[in-house]
């Protein structure tokens, strides 16, 4: 292909075929992107009038994808449940390259490798790992009222999870950067959604109806959950993920 | 102000498209997200801000380095 | 108007990542670029009808378009999603061809058939 680059008549022919799709996608584009006609206003005004009587959350988006669109949110969890095992599973077939204990063919486990690691580096990232667990908790259970919510909490505690795994330098020192405990966690509380999301079908009022209806709990407490067992799900799976890539490299 | 953000982010993403080091290109991407997280913010999506400045410039970032550091870091062509 | 201007200049340049660059990883970026400028337009579309942030107060009326905003929040996740996959699959390119050339990938792996 590289020889065949150079033959001047086919170069020009490759810049053509650039070009013809540089103006196909601007030709379909335009349109889209200069389109100057009213955004609709309905659905604001029905939401406004009516999201906090209905679901019981302040924050009107936390309402949308915990409320009227939780299947999103549910097929949601399913992809991201499908990229942390396809990539663990492609990287690892082949991989020297993931920490101690991740790759498929030394599961047995065994001392994860000295890695370099600076004084500066390990205060920093080992002392305000639990600082930002603590505020990843706070987003994530407090995405009702506030912003926030089970993606943006879970992704905040990998965050801690990734720095705690940097400073304290491996799975002997704490059991949050083990790579057992974090699928376990991952998979446990996805179980625990789906079991949350079928207590309307118990109750018979529906697949994700919002079983709680004021005595003794108030329907807010349906939203507090599902943001729990999200923020659980996504946090361990993303937190899987970056620890097993960063457990061989020097960083 | 929102124009200024949006200027930025063109030269952030021209810079990380075609700078030689590609962990360098990396941190351009890195502050392409916490510029887009800022100018969510301006446009009144604290969600979305969130999500981005977390998502983007933390545990996408971790991703590259990764990719970046166990592979080859110069980009020849 | 000036704004989705730049932000279609923004799309194109996310697009000549994809389609121009030789290297595995700017393609990626380039990717990574589509879906920001994506987010953005919309949540850029969805901001002009109010004044407020849709989180419910007393005497808050105009609030923005909620939908847009939950709509790209999945958007983001999915995006993360499909960048850790798609590093992945170059690393693994990567281990069994010791290039990021897209050409010499090719050129490598189909050198049998040829």
């Known amino acids: 292909m590289a020889d065949r680059m150079k033959n001047n008549k086919i170069s020009i022919f490759y810049k053509l075929q650039i070009f013809l799709a540089f103006a196909a996608v601007a030709a379909v584009l335009l349109p889209v992107f200069l389109n100057d006609s009213h955004w609709p206003v309905f659905a604001r005004d029905y939401l406004e009038a009516n999201g906090e009587e209905q679901t019981g959350a302040a924050n009107i988006v936390s309402s949308i994808y915990l409320g009227y669109r939780a299947y999103d949110t549910l097929g949601e969890t399913i992809v991201l449940l499908v990229a942390v095992s396809g990539t663990i599973g492609i990287i690892s077939f082949t991989g020297k390259n993931l920490a101690t204990g991740y790759n498929e063919d030394d599961f047995e486990g065994g001392n994860r490798k000295n890695r370099k690691r600076t004084v500066l580096m390990e205060v920093v990232t080992g002392k305000l790992g639990p600082v930002i667990l603590i505020f990843g908790l706070y987003v994530m259970l407090f995405g009702h009222m506030s912003p926030g919510g089970g993606f943006q909490g879970g992704v905040v505690i990998a965050s801690g999870i990734i720095f705690i795994s940097l400073g304290t330098g491996g799975s002997e020192n704490n059991i949050l950067s083990h790579s057992g405990v974090l699928a376990k966690i991952e998979a446990v509380s996805f179980l625990l959604l789906v079991l949350a999301s079928a207590i309307g079908l118990i109750t018979g009022i529906g697949f994700f109806a919002n079983p709680f209806n004021g005595n003794p709990i108030p329907p807010v407490g349906y939203i507090i959950l599902l943001n729990a067992m999200i923020g659980l799900k996504v946090g361990a799976g993303i937190a899987y993920m970056s620890v097993a890539m960063l457990g061989d490299t020097d960083l | 102000m929102i124009t200024i953000i949006l200027v930025l982010l063109i030269a952030l993403s021209v810079f990380t498209l075609q700078h030689r080091d590609l962990l360098q290109g990396v941190v351009a991407l890195s502050a392409f997200s916490l510029l887009s997280a800022m100018l969510f913010y301006m446009l009144r999506a604290p969600d979305v801000a969130i999500t981005e400045a977390a998502v983007g410039a933390g545990v996408s970032t971790v991703i590259f380095v990764w990719a970046v550091k166990s592979t080859d870091r110069k980009d020849e062509s | ?31 990574t670029i589509l879906n920001s400028t994506i987010v953005m337009l919309f949540v850029l579309e969805g901001s002009k009808i109010g004044s407020h942030v849709p989180i419910l107060e007393e005497n808050i009326t105009p609030i923005v378009d909620p939908v847009p905003q939950a709509l790209m929040l999945t958007a983001i996740v999915i995006g993360v999603c499909v960048t850790a996959l798609a590093l992945s699959i170059v690393y693994r390119l990567f281990n069994s061809t010791g290039t990021f050339d897209i050409d010499e990938i090719r050129s490598k792996l189909y050198k049998d058939e040829e």
């Open chain 3, 1 to 31: 108007m000036i704004d989705r201007i730049l932000l279609l200049i923004l799309f194109l340049i996310g697009f000549y990542g994809i389609i121009v660059k030789k290297n595995v990883i700017k393609k990626i970026f380039g990717l």
